[in-house]
């Protein structure tokens, strides 16, 4: 996905300039799969988290956005995301539910789906999700 994107793969950090603070994913433990990418004038991450450790730990992959506060646009009413802000920066995520099977990692194609619905792709790159690899 990174390749096909045009995102550049930086690892198991999160730039300087994301911070989670003041956030839900502000107990995150762990960070993987950090992909970075400039859409227009808008920075976009998206990474895989656990928050917290052990049975009460959860995983989730977010989509941030470096920009205005409504860079997300009406996104977060298409689902049950959750749109959380630190510094300039705004994610999006599905918070800690308390179910039998609890959500984990968003598949592949569900990260560019979302990236396509809020404009974050150009138009030549929307609908072209294949692999579950990102």
């Known amino acids: ?14 730039p300087r300039s994301l911070t989670l603070h003041g956030t839900g994913l502000e107990g995150a433990s762990s960070i993987w799969n950090v992909l970075d990418r400039m859409c227009g004038a808008t920075r976009v991450i998206t990474f895989d988290c656990r928050i ?7 995983r ?9 506060r409504d860079v997300f646009g009406v996104a977060k009413f298409t689902s ?7 510094g300039d920066w705004t994610m999006m995520y599905e918070p800690k539910t308390f179910s039998i099977v609890p959500p ?16 974050l792709l150009g138009p030549s790159l929307q609908g072209s999700a294949g692999s579950h690899n990102r």
Do not use: C
């Open 1 to 14: 996905m990174a390749r096909r994107l045009g995102f550049s793969y930086i690892g198991n950090a999160l």
């Open 52 to 58: 917290g450790s052990g049975k009460g730990s959860w």
């Open 60 to 68: 989730r992959t977010v989509i941030a956005a470096q920009g205005p």
């Open 80 to 86: 049950n995301l959750t749109l959380d802000r630190s």
């Open 104 to 119: 984990g990692l968003m598949p592949t194609a569900e990260i560019e789906a979302h990236l396509g619905a809020i404009g």
